[in-house]
Structures are given as structure tokens and as C-alpha cells.
């Protein structure tokens, strides 16, 4: 099983970046998927989930409304698209389901 994120750049405060996440060796439909975050020194912290047959979505308070966490099944892939970025939002992000994680991605968000 292999995760890899994408996506990850700099933006300013106000801007957009959408993140992906593909999988191989493994089917997200099946299983829960999350992002995750960590800054520097911080703890790493939920910030989307999306639920396998339904793809019920959740989101950590601090992104709710600015970020959006989409499946497309026929790519195997998830998205997490960042809206109205905050430089609070720079973090290394990474893609989870079951035991499995990705490398990261790292989101840079200043003027």
C-alpha cells in the first residue's frame, strides 16, 4: 500500500491550493480517509475525513468552512481543497486511512 500526496506549495493569506492524495495497493472507497496536519512543534491534527459508501464528511473546527475533503472514486484519489487560506494553516499535510500514511505535503501560507 502507497500513499502519496500532492499539491503542496505557497500561497498567500486569501489564497487556494488543492491537495491530492492517490492510492495504490488499497481501494479509498472502502475505508475511511483523512487529512492531516503539522506545524513545527505542534501536535499533528485531523483536519478533514471522508467515510467510505456514503463519503460523510468531517472537519477539524479550525478549517470548517474554508476547507472541502472530496473522493473520486475512479482515480482512487482524495482531495482536500483549501479555501481562504491562513498563514495559521502552514503545515506539512498528510493523506491516512487505516495504518497507512503518505509522506506529506507541505503548505506554505505568507505574505
Known amino acids: 500500500v502507497e500513499l502519496v500526496e500532492s499539491g503542496g506549495g505557497f500561497s498567500q493569506p486569501g489564497g487556494s491550493l488543492r491537495l491530492s492524495c492517490t492510492g495504490s495497493g488499497i481501494t479509498f472507497e472502502q475505508f475511511i480517509v483523512r487529512w492531516y496536519r503539522q506545524s513545527p512543534g505542534q501536535e499533528r491534527e485531523l483536519v478533514a475525513d471522508?467515510?467510505?459508501?456514503?463519503?460523510?464528511?468531517h472537519y477539524g473546527n479550525s478549517v470548517k468552512g474554508r476547507f472541502t475533503i472530496s473522493r473520486n472514486a475512479a482515480k482512487n484519489a482524495v482531495y482536500l481543497q483549501m479555501n481562504r487560506l491562513k498563514p495559521e494553516d502552514t503545515a506539512v499535510y498528510y493523506c491516512?486511512?487505516?495504518?497507512?500514511w503518505g509522506r506529506g505535503t507541505l503548505v506554505t501560507v505568507s505574505s
Open positions: 491516512q486511512t487505516i495504518s497507512f
Open positions: 471522508i467515510s467510505p459508501l456514503d463519503g460523510a464528511t
